[in-house]
């Protein structure tokens, strides 16, 4: 079947650290891969995609490769900021299908 | 460009009461719909999902229901709230045509639900 693994959280950084959150996917023929972001309140936000292997998704300093090898679309920040506090999805579409699975979520708290 | 609006924001229902959320879409055609609700803490939970007007398909069996009356509308009703329906309740969308399978979803600002 399809599914979408991603890091527990919580997840606590100080401000200007490097972030990683670790996704791993399950699925049939070649999916194309989200990072969607939600801040408190509000609905969820596309932050990246890739929607074939070795595809470099990036926005706002944040980054990740789809990586066919090892089933895995692992989300990155080289320095996070305060702004970045919020819950991250990973998510993949089948191809040639309607529905979207998405992880659990991974909820990021940054301090200065 | 496109937009997707919900309404209400926000609800407080009593146990046993009707629902209604609506849905809808500006400035695309033809639309893939979708119900999602997010309980406190959780991930998403896809409750409904259409590819066009009156086509619903449900995916978890529960006491609500959702309708697609115009292309760009999308309803989710209950005839009775339980307190397990509680949570956030969000609407998106995904364009069709060529090349759709790499089109990402577009969320709504989502509908918070308590029932008491």
């Known amino acids: 079947g399809n599914s979408v693994t991603q890091m527990e959280g919580p997840v606590t950084l100080s401000e200007e650290a490097f972030l990683t959150i670790n996704c791993t996917y399950t699925?049939?023929?070649?999916?194309?891969l989200f990072w969607y972001v939600q801040y408190p309140g509000e609905g969820l936000q596309l932050l990246l995609k890739?929607?074939?292997?070795?595809d470099k998704g990036s926005n706002k300093g944040f980054e990740a490769t789809y990586r066919k090898e090892t089933t895995s679309f692992h989300l990155e920040k080289g320095s996070v900021q305060v702004s970045d506090s919020a819950v991250y999805f990973c998510?993949?579409?089948?191809?040639?299908?309607?529905?979207?699975?998405f992880g659990t979520g991974t909820s990021l708290t940054v301090i200065p | 460009s496109q937009t997707i609006h919900q309404w209400p924001a926000t609800l407080v229902q009593p146990v046993g009461s009707p629902l209604s959320l609506e849905c809808t879409v500006e400035g695309t055609s033809n639309p893939n719909l979708y119900w999602y609700r997010q309980a406190a803490g959780r991930g998403l939970q896809l409750l409904f999902y259409?590819?066009?007007?009156?086509?619903i398909s449900s995916e978890v069996p529960q006491n609500l229901s959702a309708s697609r009356p115009q292309d760009r509308q999308f309803i989710l009703s209950s005839k009775k709230l339980l307190l397990s329906d509680s949570g956030f309740y969000l609407c998106?969308?995904?364009?069709?045509?060529?090349?759709?399978?790499?089109?990402?979803?577009?969320f709504g600002p989502g509908t918070r639900l308590t029932v008491l």
């Open positions: 998106a969308w995904t364009p069709t045509g060529g090349g759709n399978s790499y089109n990402e979803q577009f």
């Open positions: 998510a993949l579409r089948r191809i040639l299908g309607n529905q979207f699975y």
């Open positions: 890739a929607t074939k292997a070795d």
């Open positions: 699925a049939t023929g070649y999916p194309s």
């Open positions: 259409s590819v066009g007007i009156g086509q």
